[in-house]
């Protein structure tokens, strides 16, 4: 099997000047080795130097340092503020340069950073290399974290890239490919990775057995050195299916017995397992409801068990009643996160994390943010979001996420009033409320295709992903600029193309999906393609309401009430449909079609006219692609060419049976006579 | 595994007069034996008599005979005509009764029906027995015939109760159930069967090897007594797929020599064998438009190989584009079947059947009759109707077809100007262009469940097809009080509960599912539930326009100009909305919802009441089957019952989505403020 080393593939940079020849490092231990292969490999691909060891560190022109850990201190008189483990800073020593990193993941962290700056940036690395500038950064997320949904026998749930790296036939695999695997997430600062589906089933429910627990102590200890912490999905009802219990109710001493049992059989055997992630009472998964129990009950018992071995249970807040009659229009999906967890705040262990969706729904194309990062005070949360692009086009479609994650993270939840501290960034960062378990985490888009993420091009949500829990502050245009530079080399003609391509190719998809904060007009089960009404009738609470006269919830106080869990003046925003911002009018109002948009456009001229440019924009990115017809090494070209061939086709099919079904609903025409079935 | 005796289960008929107590009969052959155990069987469980053999027929009360065979010829003072090889004649003749059958299969049918009129018709029993009467018949269609799809590994395509019982794990399998299986048939007098699936695929390929053709042997020979052949589907790819040749081209020499040496292996194998029945060129299957031959070419390369053995080639009609776009208004799939085989009529060989869906779509809740059948003039055709309920509840929902078979048959079709003779019946009989291999065919709705047919009372729809493929003049009623009183005895309230209930279930069903004729507002793959947009903007040709002015296909000369398949008076009827039968106006005609109806509704008024009517007579079905609680056996009663309970509900899913949807797409209001949601 051949894959890519994605944007670690190091090609040359042209005119790069890199001054150093000699290197000092404390190769004894495996993270420095790591970074100072790295190193050398990059330095020799990027600017053909070789980089020789030396072992005065005072001589050296390159120093790889550790500040608390390390046996050598004399490179502490660092600029500014020391870094933390994780974080690094680069500057300038006579004779060189010393990377200095707070602990092994910071030193290794640095080192990427380097080699990124090399890449991406020559001229930033050149004020670097003459002491002009230091390089200095500590992470701004303590947990940034990868959630697979792989199931062990190697298919992988929502997942659009093949199969499994990670299990094949129920087994686990530890080979070349998952040492680059950590490899790529070492060098975007991703520091834990959940390897299963949290939808834990059949054989995935023995993972904390004998059957597994030694291959998962190697790939913990294979992990180690990148700065990454092995972690696992857990099965609400192991002391059922595993520990022949009856009930798997967390007050039952029994149930209780069997969680200390197996946390003290599975940190035997895995002392380096960071801690699991639970999905309960969710779509079908068993968990503390089942039991007149809350999630408070079921999350601390877990945490209990496995304190002892420092570990942590990240626990979901994606429950809500997947069987809903659609007739009944006041209960809301919406609410349900809000409504099931607000009142344990606080009540929660302080190494349980709930993880928390960045919208209320389900990672539709554009949602609000969950109203639970703005009313949860007392609470570890971490924020979740889906590089998988299950609702945005399948990594068929290119869907660049970073700007609508920039979006959540610079969400204001005025949690603490006026003070404008208190976005989304600033609380499951840690900053606002002096949290450490806390953080990103994305459902993972990778699998064992060879370029580890379907569309070579939704490799750019996989490192943005990594870079932005890293980094919050961060655009997304600079971090398209590097994913760009870092993948296909400094040629300008490439990133003027692919830049624009990926910066615009999220609203693109809006446009010709579904309008102004909708969602769901997707073939239910699958979710790939336009279906208006595929989920309308259906019990999943994920409705549009369309009628003759205009489309959209009413979540307002006068419709559900689902305002109300934002704290003002979001409230108040939402509430008025004049100041709701229109990507999401349909999200938080019912809206007859002639209703007049900011724009000057009806709703409904709207609806076409958006569904007829995302198509035509659709189009339009395949044509400009051509541009690099020759510049792209043929394969890759044909590689993304294909995809966005795929695209614009289908973005004429979700065009015409969005525009072909409003026109049938409302009987209004298209004021620009176009066709519409 | 036990499973039920179905109608033969032979109750203890109260004051039934059954004057035999010795009988003749030639038992040395096995159909005469079958014969004579089963009447010995029904005296014995029907009026507690033991008969017993006596070798002189002289002296015999009942005496079992053929007419072309057997060696005695004593009785051949026939009243009336000879019946032919699969007729009977049932007369009194001092000192008893003979059944005297026109050949084996005769014989064994007439002995079913005196038990059928036994158990069915006391009174008309008595006047046989006593000379009034003779009870006379000869088969309507030649051929009567089921279609099993099932498939090797089990399961049964479209299957509604259990999997197969022909088909275990890729075993053909021989035991007690198959030969039981056999009874019943041969019970209602169906004389062929097609025991796999007709999509052919995978192992299925293999049945015409050595794999199978030994035991393919047995079982045609265990049905041969029982009057049956047995028939296979055929795959048209085998020489591909089989014979490793590089194609299937009807008119190459090489795919010919396949055939020819095929069918020689075969038949050598299994001298019994009827023939294949084949899909070709429809949904996916391979057929002769791959190599730019038509069907004719395809079906007679097949027939010529299979003619030295008298083997009879059964070809489906059901060819239509099964990836049309769903913009295109013009193509309609309605008119393929006739467009595909019409310009064939004459080209056919002898020994080929063309089997044809009832309508021209497949097999809706309601549908015109295939205009094939007024149109082909010089081609064997055998009308397919399907008893598996696919579109008609999946045997949860009680639907008795026979109704539906009635009007198919009824038809009219004018192939003869004003005649009168030429309905579905007469053409399909061969009566109206004196052809010989012809009749009707049923996708079976059997499997291994314990009732053989999912809901209990679907066996009447098995029941009901065998009767009537035997003899279309009986009414829909008649079959069902046989099939009643042969199933549950004579109890009086039971058939008082049960004939409204069959009778009315068809029409019920429709009131609640599609309306006028629509169709295909259900869930696409599954078929079972309501989805009015399941198949709206998909590729199977299957639409209904709705729009909030609106529905109904456009299929006059104006339209898609399907109408000009019907022959005169037909053509002008569903041409004219004015003449159009009200019960099919959406399939012909695009009609505005405030149309009026004669029965003075509009058209929206009526879907509203219509789906309010139909789903309050389910729910009055699962009510007044209560009074059979404490008549039916409990477990009978439960079954039933539950089954209803699922309809009752399951009908207010129906009435509530499409009424939701269509007043949501036009806006108007029930007139009687019902809730709509």
């Known amino acids: 099997m051949t894959y890519s080393e994605a944007w670690l593939n190091y090609q040359t940079v042209d005119h ?7 290197l000092y490092a404390d190769t004894e231990k495996k993270t420095v080795l790591l970074a100072t292969e790295e190193l050398q490999m990059a330095a020799k691909r990027l600017a053909k130097v070789k980089l020789n060891h030396i072992s005065d560190p005072k001589m050296a022109a390159l120093a790889l340092q550790g500040t608390h850990t390390g046996r050598g201190a ?52 050149s004020k670097i290399c003459s002491g002009k500038q230091t390089l200095e950064k500590s992470p701004a997320n303590p947990l940034r974290m990868l959630n697979h949904w792989d199931n062990t026998d190697g298919t992988i749930e929502r997942g659009y890239a093949g199969n499994s790296f990670f299990f094949v036939n129920h087994e686990l695999v530890i080979n070349e490919r998952v040492k680059d695997y950590a490899r790529l997430l070492a ?34 200890e294979l992990f180690a050195p990148y700065g990454i912490k092995l972690y696992l999905s857990l099965n609400f009802a ?23 049992k197996k946390m003290e059989e599975v940190y035997t055997a895995v002392p380096l397992l960071g801690g699991f992630l639970v999905k309960a009472d969710s779509e079908g998964r068993p968990g503390p409801f089942t039991y007149g129990r809350n999630h408070a009950e079921g999350a601390n018992m877990l945490a209990r068990a496995i304190a002892p071995y420092g570990g942590k249970i990240i ?41 928390i969706k960045n919208g209320p729904m389900d990672f539709q194309v554009r949602e609000p943010v969950s109203p639970l990062f703005s009313g949860l005070k007392a609470t570890n949360m971490m924020l979740e979001v889906q590089a998988a692009q299950e609702y945005t086009g399948q990594q068929k479609h290119l869907c660049y996420l970073i700007p609508m994650w920039k979006e959540v993270l610079n969400f204001k939840t005025y949690a603490a009033g006026q003070t404008g501290a208190d976005t989304v960034a600033d609380i499951v960062s840690g900053r606002f409320y002096g949290q450490k378990n806390c953080g990103m985490a994305a459902v993972a888009n990778t699998g064992d295709d060879e370029n580890w993420t379907g569309h070579d091009m939704a490799a750019a949500n996989f490192y943005g992903f990594g870079r932005l829990a890293f980094d919050t502050e961060l655009s997304a245009e600079e ?122 456009k009806t709703l ?29 090494p043929p394969a890759v070209f044909e590689h993304i060419h294909t995809r966005l061939k795929i695209q614009s086709d289908h973005a004429k099919e979700w065009r015409d049976r969005i525009n072909t079904y409003y026109f049938r609903m409302s009987g209004i025409p298209d004021e620009k006579g176009r066709t519409i079935y």
């Not at 790069?16 to 000699?22: A, H, I």
């Not at 807040?317 to 809000?338: H, M, P």
């Open 238 to 260: 192991a002391p059922m299916e595993l520990g022949a219990l009856a009930s798997c109710d967390p007050l039952d001493r029994n149930v209780q017995n069997f969680w200390k």
């Open 74 to 125: 004399i490179f502490m008189e660092i600029d500014g503020s020391i870094p933390n483990e994780e974080g690094y800073q680069i500057y300038k020593k006579k004779p060189g340069l010393v990377i200095c990193g707070g602990g092994k993941s910071g030193l290794l962290y640095g080192t990427f950073a380097l080699i990124r700056t090399m890449q991406t940036n020559p001229t930033l690395f």
């Open 16 to 22: 790069l000047r890199f001054p150093f020849d000699t």
């Open 604 to 632: 409904i001229q709207h609806i076409y006219d958006s569904h007829f440019e995302g198509a035509m924009q659709a189009q339009n990115m395949l044509l400009d692609f051509d541009a690099l017809k020759h510049i792209l």
């Open 315 to 355: 626990w979901r807040c994606f429950v809500y009643n997947c069987s809903q009659d659609w007739r009944d229009r006041k209960t809301d999906r919406a609410k349900a996160g809000y409504d099931n967890f607000m009142p344990l705040d606080g009540e929660f262990a302080d190494n349980v994390i709930l993880q």
């Open 479 to 600: 971090i398209a600029k590097e994913w760009t530079r870092s993948t296909y080399g400094s040629n300008r003609e490439i990133l003027e193309c692919m830049l624009p391509m990926l910066l615009s190719s999220w609203e693109i998809y809006e446009k010709y999906t579904s309008p102004l904060g909708i969602g769901w007009m997707v073939n239910p089960s699958h979710h790939y393609g336009p279906n208006v009404d595929g989920y309308e009738y259906d019990r999943w609470g994920t409705y549009h309401y369309s009628d003759c006269h205009g489309m959209g919830v009413d979540r307002t106080m006068a419709g559900t009430g689902y305002v109300a869990q934002y704290n003002e003046p979001n409230r108040r925003m939402y509430e008025n449909i004049e100041t709701c911002p229109e990507k999401l009018l349909l999200f938080f109002h019912h809206v007859p079609y002639t209703y007049m948009l900011k724009t000057g």
């Open 187 to 220: 060098s975007i600062g991703i520091n834990g990775t959940v390897i299963n589906n949290v939808n834990v089933r059949g054989a995935a429910t023995s993972l904390i057995t004998g059957r597994y627990l030694p291959q998962l102590a190697k790939l913990s």
